[in-house]
């Protein structure tokens, strides 16, 4: 299981961008994007379960699903916007609609009443993960979204839940093929605001207690300490850090096997995954 933040201009960063005129951190955020990837291809993964959250281009506050599944057999990947601002390329993600289907049902069953989209259009929140893991967009998704954007939102504690609902029924798919969990949210993020483009990222103090929690699969303090409001105290869009909870509750309560983190201009990266026992078809 894979958990990460994403930057929407990590391709126009690191590589688009001529060699004289990169930032200067633009090698290094490369080589440790690249050590991470490393994580996901060891674990020969044939099909991926994605977790983001629609950056309101296709749900708004009027209506805004708090947890959706598509089940489609092909996604359009890109928006226009992001195309002209990013320069993140066309995207067509093949879908996986048996193990979406499944998904559906099994967390039907387990209390969480997904929505479910067959005309769901995926943006950055999912193809930064697959340009920074995955590249070659080889491999059929599940896309899991969430509400981090739109208030009233779940709560930590059912984004864990619904992260633990989604490990048992993946554990439960009855199949010989190996599912990796692939999710990206944020550290504390200011979008719009007035601690945007800060030396750091809002709220240093919360993003090393952030990655400690996470890394150490300590659930207890997150829900302890980690409210709507705290939430927001480090930064308009640090919600976003509900989709790592979620993440860690696919791997569960346990130590990641690989953390890692760099501090951009304005924001700070993280790079993790667990490793749970392959019990099953999960390795990754
Ligand atoms: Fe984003």
């Keep these: 299981m894979l958990a990460t933040t994403h930057h929407p201009f990590y391709l126009k960063a690191t590589q688009l961008t001529p060699p004289e005129e990169r930032m200067p951190q633009a090698d290094e955020w490369r080589r440790k994007v690249e050590a991470y990837r490393e994580t996901l291809t060891a674990a020969e993964p044939d099909v991926l379960v994605m977790v983001g959250a629609d950056h309101f281009h296709q749900f708004f506050a009027d209506n805004y699903p708090a947890f959706l599944i598509g089940k489609q057999p092909i996604y359009d990947a890109t928006f226009y916007n992001e195309e002209r601002e990013f320069s993140i390329p066309p ?52 896309p899991i979204y969430t509400n981090i954007f739109a208030p009233p939102l779940p709560s930590p504690k059912r984004f864990w839940q619904l ?105 700070r990266e993280m790079y993790m995954t667990w490793t749970p026992e392959q019990d099953g078809a999960v390795l990754a």
């Design 91 to 142: 995207f067509l993600l093949q879908g996986h609609e048996e193990l979406s289907g499944f998904l559906l049902q099994g967390l039907l069953d387990r209390g969480f009443d997904m929505a479910v989209s067959h005309e769901l259009k995926l943006d950055h929140s999912i193809i930064c993960p697959i340009i920074t893991t995955r590249p070659d967009a080889d491999l059929p998704v599940v």
């Design 163 to 267: 992260g633990r609902a989604i490990r048992e029924v993946i554990d439960a798919w009855p199949s010989d093929l190996t599912v990796a969990a692939v999710g990206s949210g944020h550290l504390s993020l200011e979008l719009g605001g007035p601690r945007q483009f800060g030396e750091t990222g809002p709220d240093p103090v919360f993003d090393r207690q952030a990655i400690e929690w996470l890394s150490k699969g300590n659930i207890e303090a997150i829900l302890e300490n980690v409210t709507f409001e705290s939430m927001s105290g480090a930064g308009n869009a640090t919600h976003g850090f509900m989709d790592l909870i979620l993440m860690m509750g696919i791997a569960g309560p346990i130590e990641a096997s690989y953390v890692d983190d760099l501090d951009l201009f304005h924001t």
